[in-house]
Structure formats: structure tokens, C-alpha cells
């Protein structure tokens, strides 16, 4: 009703095994946990999106818990949570976790030659319009982190891995462009010509949205040489995308 078009979406109860490990811990299901039938073989997945919806009474309602796995790249997102003390808020409260877990997923189609930290990205069916106009999927200032899935020659899933130190930005999307669903997107990197330089052979480039969990997180800063060694009294500083100036954060302790 909400969606539409994006997505073709199936709801089936867990099997047993796999119920067992949702209910004892979501977060610790591991692609290789998960039954053949249900993803698919090597390249020839069934599906694009795997949602691991589990429900769970706690004191003054229900807990729902979701956990989203990107089949293409193998890569299982963060758990979100949703409460609620009616049980017939529960079907909304699944909706929410799942609408909240989504990470959408794209492939890189080109680098702006004269830009090279501008770069096109096609999205997964961006170019399909979601039922109700104020659900928005992919929004500007979306975060996307670039994927590498590798393949043996006969075309068979071998590795996949997540470029360090990079990401993109959305800033343009694809409404009223010749290309649907094509989008344009801000490319940051510690890394020299991080795109190019891995774009040979047998690689297929993705992009998969980075979701934020919504909490804060904790920087641990160590020596290079000896991880076991804490580095303290460091300044930390923040560096936002675009802006010139950056905002200190505070120092590390031990």
C-alpha cells in the first residue's frame, strides 16, 4: 500500500533452525546460516533484500526487531527495534523496522571524467515511484559506502568487500533525467583514485546505503604497531563533508 511499485515483497515464517537463531540472537545470523532455498546459490540469487523479522513480548507490550541482509553483497545490516504496548500496533511497528533497517543498493556506472569525485550511480529501482508521494526511499544527503563483489570466470560469486575509507554522498537524484533511476553522487576518500584503480576484470562495483543506527558510537584510538597500546591525549576533530572549517570533538583518554 505504501510502497508499490519498488518493491515485490513476500512475508513466510521462519524454518525451524533458522527460527531458533532469530529468536536466541538476531545480530549473530551469519550468511552462511542462512537455508540455500531461501538466498539462492552463488550468482544466482533468489532475492535482492532478506528481512529478519522477529516479535517477542516483553513487560508492557511487544518488542519487534529487525535485521536487513543485502543478498547481491552478502553484507547484513544493523538490528533496529520498535516497541509497542497494543498488539494491534504491531503491523505498523514492523513496517516502521523495516522501512528503517532498508539500505538501498545500486551499481557505480561511470566516473564524471572531468570530476573525478563526481560519480553515477544506478539504483535499484529508483526510477519506480513509491505509492505514496511522502515515502521517500533515497533521499539527498544519503550515505552510501562502495562495495566490490568479485566473481570467478564462470561468472560465480567469489568475494565481496567493503572499499575502507570511502564513501559517497547523494546530491542529485534522477527525476527529470534522460537516464531513470540514475543518480549522482559526491565521492570522499582517504584513498587516491579509490574507484578507478579497482575497476578491472571481474568486479562488480556496488554501493550499498550506509544506515545510521541512531546512537552514538565510541572511537577507539590505538597505536599501529601495537594495538594493545591505547593513544591518549589525542584531539579529535570533525571534518563534515563540504565545509571548510572543522569542529573539535574532545581528546582521547586511556
Not at 65 to 87: I, K, M
Not at 93 to 114: C, N, Q, T, Y
Not at 126 to 155: I, K, M, N, Q, S
Amino acid at each position: 500500500v505504501l510502497v508499490g511499485a519498488p518493491w515485490e515483497f513476500a512475508v513466510a515464517a521462519a524454518e525451524p533452525p533458522l527460527r531458533r537463531a532469530m529468536l536466541a540472537d538476531l545480530g549473530s545470523i551469519s550468511y552462511d546460516a542462512l537455508p540455500a532455498e531461501l538466498v539462492g546459490p552463488d550468482g544466482e540469487e533468489k532475492l535482492d533484500k532478506l528481512f529478519l523479522l522477529r516479535v517477542a513480548p516483553e513487560p508492557g507490550g511487544w518488542q519487534v526487531a529487525v535485521r536487513e541482509l543485502d543478498v547481491r553483497t552478502r553484507l547484513f545490516g544493523r538490528t533496529f527495534h520498535r516497541r509497542t504496548g497494543h498488539r494491534a500496533k504491531l503491523r505498523d511497528a514492523a513496517l516502521r523496522a523495516i522501512l528503517e533497517a532498508f539500505a538501498p543498493v545500486g551499481r557505480i556506472a561511470r566516473v564524471d571524467g572531468e570530476d573525478d569525485r563526481r560519480v553515477a550511480v544506478r539504483l535499484k529501482a529508483a526510477a519506480l515511484p513509491t505509492r505514496d508521494e511522502r515515502l521517500r526511499l533515497v533521499a539527498p544527503g544519503e550515505v552510501f559506502r562502495p562495495v566490490f563483489r568479485y566473481h570467478d570466470r564462470d561468472g560465480n560469486f567469489r568475494r565481496a568487500g567493503v572499499l575502507p575509507w570511502t564513501f559517497l554522498t547523494l546530491e542529485e537524484t534522477s527525476e527529470g533525467r534522460k537516464t531513470p533511476g540514475e543518480v549522482f553522487c559526491r565521492l570522499y576518500s582517504g584513498l587516491r583514485s579509490p574507484l578507478s584503480a579497482r575497476r578491472r576484470g571481474r568486479v562488480e562495483p556496488l554501493v550499498l546505503g550506509a544506515v545510521p543506527a541512531g546512537r552514538s558510537s565510541t572511537l577507539k584510538l590505538h597505536s599501529r604497531t601495537d594495538p594493545e597500546r591505547p593513544l591518549t591525549g589525542y584531539d579529535v576533530f570533525a571534518h563534515p563533508p563540504g565545509v571548510k572549517t572543522t569542529t573539535r570533538l574532545g581528546r582521547s583518554d586511556g
